[in-house]
């Protein structure tokens, strides 16, 4: 194995009305497979992989980052690989949060059909797994990207796949990222429909292994926050 790829779920438990992740991915060419262990989270709760303001049961992010995460190594020996994000929807907000908030645990986030747009009002779901107004705030994803800009100056470690039937929101994602001068790859060859889906995630992937061979050499592990 070359690398660990989360996809990161959109719908709770095992729904499926979006897709699954797992699914798609078995059908993506070899060369887009190979050396790549896959592996799809799944929560109890709405996963905008958030960690409530005070229920000790709905920590979602902590869950991803001290449990999930080192599971998935253990299942390789403990091995250091890359470990990248993958995602659209919730998955994106989600994807691109965990770069911007542990940047020293995950390598890439490519992300597809991205909600990015600053002035829209949050979804009733996020505010009930936040669980207040101050534990949201932590994780606005506009504000995430401006707050660690810095770090993710360092070399390019986004994909924003677009345009399926969000594209206000891709335009807007990429000129933030533009503005603040993060580097990152946008393309635009991707389909409409909103789901899970072979034909956003091959590009997604291509994009993904990309921008991995560029990255700085560096072991990542289960600790590694940058904040």
Known sequence: MRRIVLALPVEKDEG??????LDEVRRLP???????????PA??????????????????????????????????????????????SKGRFAALNLLARYPGLFAVASVWDASLLSDRPPH??????AGSAARLGEYDVC????RYAPVLRGSCRIALGGVGTLE????????????LGIPHRAYRDAPAEHRWSVAWLAPAMRHLLKLQVRLPAGPRGPTGRGR
Do not use: I, M
């Not at 109890?44 to 995460?69: F, I, K, M, T, Y």
């Not at 009733?124 to 797994?129: E, H």
């Open 16 to 21: 499926r009305k979006y897709g699954h992740s």
């Open 124 to 129: 009733p779901q996020l505010v009930d797994v």
């Open 168 to 179: 206000a929101d891709w335009t807007a994602g990429r000129q933030l990222l533009e503005d």
């Open 43 to 88: 929560f109890s709760e709405s996963p905008w992989l958030v960690n409530h303001a005070w229920r000790a049961d709905c920590r979602q992010e902590g869950h991803l980052v001290r449990l999930v995460v080192p599971a998935v190594l253990s299942f390789l020996g403990g091995a250091r690989l890359p470990l990248h994000l993958l995602g659209f």
């Open 143 to 146: 504000q995430n990207l401006r």
């Open 30 to 40: 070899a060369s887009l497979r190979n050396g790549t262990l896959f592996a799809a």
